[in-house]
């Protein structure tokens, strides 16, 4: 865990015992929780936020572009302008 062992682990916790106190410190655990939870809250709704304009741009698109595997009306699929043969080189 970050490159502490259990001794420095705990003497930090002893250090942070003195400090606060022992009413003081589930005080300050909740505070942390709570704002964990709001953090959390806040990325959940960006997410959907993205997520329904991924969507929403995507389906604009669709509706707006054509479709780029159509044929035009003079070839067939498997003709392509590449492929025909001028009259020259009949």
């Known amino acids: 865990m970050f490159g502490f ?3 420095e682990i705990l003497i930090i916790l002893v250090i942070i015992l003195l400090v ?3 009413k003081r410190i ?3 655990a909740q505070g942390l929780g709570r704002g964990i939870r709001e ?3 806040a990325v959940r709704e960006v997410q959907e936020e993205i997520s329904e304009d991924d969507s929403q741009k995507q389906n604009s698109t669709m509706e707006t572009t054509p479709d780029s595997h159509s044929v035009s009306q003079g070839e067939s699929s498997s003709e392509t302008s590449s492929d025909k043969k001028s009259p020259d080189n009949a």
């Open 20 to 22: 606060f106190g022992a």
């Open 39 to 41: 953090f959390r809250g």
């Open 5 to 7: 062992g259990h001794g």
């Open 26 to 28: 589930p005080e300050m």
